[in-house]
């Protein structure tokens, strides 16, 4: 088990002393002035990251809902500009740059109306979507890079595969070597009502997509802001992390949580599971 962080957490040097990887979240990495790259703070990055043999992955840019996110940097992957596409294959280019092997993707969101019905305007934007991610993959083979899509949770009716059965259709429409799952479980959750024997079969049925976990907790509500997604430490939400085991999965285990008090909660609860399993 490889136990990373997220950079939102915590600055790099102090993260690179907690976990054995760090999740570059490049919205909030200060790379871009609008949706320009600031090539002085590239070369920082460059400096930082060149100090030692240290993992890391990356979460391209999405489309935020938080007011602190950087409105430039909002990317719906389900109704992309040309700017935004740009925007995404220049994340690609940086992994490939730094090493970073795997690019957490989110799905689209369900928007526009029309004269179809729902049912409609949501296959509308699931192929555009898929489409775009296409397009993405192929990026990602020229630069040796692994794109993870990730499950959103269930509790927002605007978002794409929040079931594993629609994420997994998604990654088999693309079609591509190229393109897995990120197996968010924080999300997983919320889609699954806090059911542990559902979150055990949403797990299995993911198991042979995964190339990337991120891992917090909540409560398995929508209370709150952000639809219950609170990102809480392991163990402060009714989530059995044992449930990880079902994915049979070795890689980086990403702890997306805002501090290091979290982060070493975190390490605690994977440290005993990994302990429980060996």
């Known amino acids: 088990m490889i136990i990373g962080a997220s950079s939102f ?8 002393r907690e ?11 200060g790379l871009y002035k609008g949706t320009s790259l600031v090539r002085e703070r590239l070369e920082e990055l460059s400096d930082t990251l060149s100090t030692g043999n240290f993992p890391t992955s990356m979460h391209a840019p999405y489309f935020g809902d938080s007011p602190n996110y950087p409105p430039e940097l909002m990317i719906d992957t389900a109704h992309m500009s040309r700017t935004q596409m740009r925007l995404m294959e220049e994340c690609i280019e940086l992994a490939g740059r730094f090493g970073s092997k795997v690019i957490v993707v989110h799905p689209g969101k369900i928007t526009g109306t029309g004269a179809g019905d729902q049912a409609e305007v949501r296959e509308c934007c699931f192929n555009s979507m898929v489409g775009n991610l296409k397009k993405l993959a192929c990026t990602a083979a020229e ?5 993870g899509l990730e499950n959103k949770e269930g509790t927002d009716p ?3 595969c929040c079931s594993s059965l629609e994420l997994k ?8 070597p190229s393109l897995g799952a990120t197996f968010d479980i924080g999300h997983a959750n919320l889609t699954c009502g806090g059911d542990m024997r559902l979150m055990r079969n949403f797990a299995r049925e993911l198991c042979d997509s995964v190339v990337h976990l991120h891992v917090h907790d909540n409560k398995g509500t929508p209370e709150g802001r952000y639809f219950g997604d609170l990102h809480g430490a392991p163990g402060e939400g009714c989530i059995d992390f044992n449930v990880l085991s079902e994915l049979r999965y070795s890689g980086i285990y990403n702890l997306e949580v805002f501090t290091l008090e979290g982060i070493r909660k975190g390490k605690r609860v994977l440290g005993s599971l990994d302990n429980n399993h060996s």
Request: hydrophobic letters at 45%.
């Open 9 to 16: 957490a915590s600055p790099l040097p102090e993260l690179q």
């Open 19 to 29: 976990v054995d990887s760090i999740e570059l979240y490049m919205p909030k990495l």
């Open 143 to 147: 630069h040796d890079v692994m794109l």
């Open 158 to 160: 605007t978002n794409l």
């Open 169 to 176: 259709r998604a990654i088999e429409a693309v079609d591509s």
